[in-house]
């Protein structure tokens, strides 16, 4: 197995991380590891790394790839959960934390995630303890709820048309079981003046339903306040996102942490006395450069987003 993932924006990534010798990381993403080992590369000597991922196929290979580095520890888990795998593994004095969000290119291509290759409707990071994959949304939620994921994860106008579609072939006994019967649908579902840009909904359709499948803004909100908690003073939180609803979870997190004060907007004056806790890093989000963006055209969308704890 080649777990292929080229990192995007490492080198930004490192330079809001900012390591050194001695200090301790975790890397809530660990993918094909491009995060973790130039953190390696970094905090050595003395520093570790705590690298967690849903996927044990990531975790396998980086294994293999480095196995006599006695400074990481891998773990196989949700970053949802990163406070109890953190007391669990007694990691602690935590510098940084970095959380690569969605998906790796090895996924994209053997999980059904996305439309350009054929394979089962799965979409599961997890392979392992989560049951309900694509393909039994697809053939057992109702037409509200589908219309509901498509609009709401995927942001596509014609959730609707595309969601009845797919009920209507339910009626007619025509499972969907693989990315090409989904493609399809759509496509049968688009008014005709749009059939030709079959490929943009169905891009969002696939988002949409991946987000569902492994609960992502669920986890991700879940995660931002944990990760947070568990920084030293003066330790960061840096997180690269790959679409508007993530970023935009993250920069309120980010601009709530700066504020403090939680009065409401129309309190004359601060009753609350909450102090910022965070400064953010990151003014406005930092994008891939030309260069990154003509070596890697999967990088497009990403947004790193930073804060300094205080
Ligand atoms: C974009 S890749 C990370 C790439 C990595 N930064 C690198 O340099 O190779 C995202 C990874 O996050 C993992 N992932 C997604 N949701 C997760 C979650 N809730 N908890 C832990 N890992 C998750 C995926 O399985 C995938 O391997």
Redesign the pocket.
């Known amino acids: 197995m080649t777990y292929e993932?080229t990192?995007?924006l490492?080198k930004e990534v490192i330079e809001y991380l900012d390591p050194s010798p001695g200090q301790n990381f975790v890397?809530?993403?660990?993918?094909?590891?491009?995060?973790t080992a130039a953190i390696l590369e970094n905090n050595q000597p003395g520093g570790k790394v705590l690298a967690?991922?849903?996927?044990k196929d990531?975790l396998e290979n980086f294994k293999f790839q480095i196995s006599n580095f006695k400074e990481l520890v891998l773990h196989h888990?949700?970053?949802?959960q990163i406070d109890k795998i953190v007391e669990g593994h007694k990691f602690s004095n935590i510098s940084g934390i970095v959380a690569?969000?969605?998906?790796?290119s090895y996924?994209l291509q053997h999980r059904g995630m996305s439309f350009q290759t054929d394979q089962p409707l799965d979409m599961r990071?997890n392979l392992e303890g989560q049951h309900i994959d694509a393909k039994f949304i697809l053939n057992n939620y109702d037409e509200q709820r589908l219309e509901k994921i498509f609009k709401e994860f995927g942001e596509e106008k014609f959730s609707k048309q595309i969601a009845r579609q797919i009920i209507g072939l339910r009626a007619k006994s025509i499972g969907l079981s693989h990315t090409t019967d989904l493609y399809q649908a759509i496509v049968d579902a688009l008014p005709k003046p749009f059939k030709h840009k079959a490929d943009d909904s169905a891009r969002r359709i696939f988002q949409a339903l991946r987000i569902e499948v492994?609960h992502?803004l669920e986890?991700l909100k879940e995660?931002l306040p944990k990760a947070f908690d568990l920084l030293n003073p003066q330790g960061r939180l840096v997180v690269v996102s790959f679409h508007s609803l993530e970023d935009r979870i993250v920069k309120q997190f980010f601009v709530a942490l700066s504020k403090g004060c939680v009065c409401p907007p129309e309190f004359p004056q601060c009753v609350c006395g909450k102090n910022p806790q965070g400064k953010i890093l990151t003014k406005k989000p930092i994008v891939p450069s030309a260069t990154e963006l003509k070596r890697n055209s999967r990088s497009r969308p990403a947004k790193l987003r930073a804060i300094i704890k205080i």
Do not use: R
Request: aromatic share 12%; hydrophobic share 40%.
């Open positions: 993932h990192p995007v490492l890397d809530a993403t660990l993918g094909g590891g491009g995060y967690v991922d849903l996927d990531a888990g949700n970053f949802a690569d969000l969605g998906l790796s996924e990071f492994n992502e986890n995660f």
